[in-house]
Nanobody, 115 residues
Framework: QGQLVESGGGLQQAGGSLRLSCAASGSIFSINAMGWYRQAPGKQREMVAVITSGGSTNYADSVKGRFTISRDNNKNTVYLQMNSLKPEDTAVYYC?????????WGQGTQVTVSS
C-alpha cells in the first residue's frame, strides 16, 4: 500500500518555527499534488497549503505570509515551513497526496503552539 510518512511536529512557543516533512512512498504513482491540512479541536479540517507537481501553490488566508510549502518531486516529498507561529495554529496537521485516481492521507502530526 501507499505510505505517507510525516515528521517535524511538536511543541513551540508563539513566534517560533517548525518544519514539517512528508514523504510519499514510490508505490503512490503519478502524484499530481501534495499538501497540508489541519484540524483543530472543535473545528473542521481545513486546507493549509497545497503545491502541484508544476510548482503552483495555494495557501489559507490565515497562514499566508507565514507558512511556505515546497516539494521535491524526485523524492515525492513535501515540506511546510511554519514561521511566526500563533496559538491558533495548534492542530493536528495531515499530509495529503493525490493522483488521478485516489487521495492519500498521512496519520497526522500534532503541532502545539503555546502563548
Amino acid at each position: 500500500q501507499g505510505q505517507l510518512v510525516e515528521s517535524g511536529g511538536g511543541l513551540q512557543q508563539a513566534g517560533g518555527s517548525l518544519r514539517l516533512s512528508c514523504a510519499a512512498s514510490g508505490s503512490i504513482f503519478s502524484i499530481n499534488a501534495m499538501g497540508w491540512y489541519r484540524q483543530a479541536p472543535g473545528k473542521q479540517r481545513e486546507m493549509v497549503a497545497v503545491i502541484t507537481s508544476g510548482g503552483s501553490t495555494n495557501y489559507a488566508d490565515s497562514v499566508k505570509g507565514r507558512f511556505t510549502i515546497s516539494r521535491d518531486n524526485n523524492k515525492n516529498t513535501v515540506y511546510l515551513q511554519m514561521n511566526s507561529l500563533k496559538p491558533e495554529d495548534t492542530a493536528v496537521y495531515y499530509c495529503n497526496a493525490k493522483n488521478s485516481l485516489l487521495g492519500y492521507w498521512g496519520q497526522g502530526t500534532q503541532v502545539t503552539v503555546s502563548s
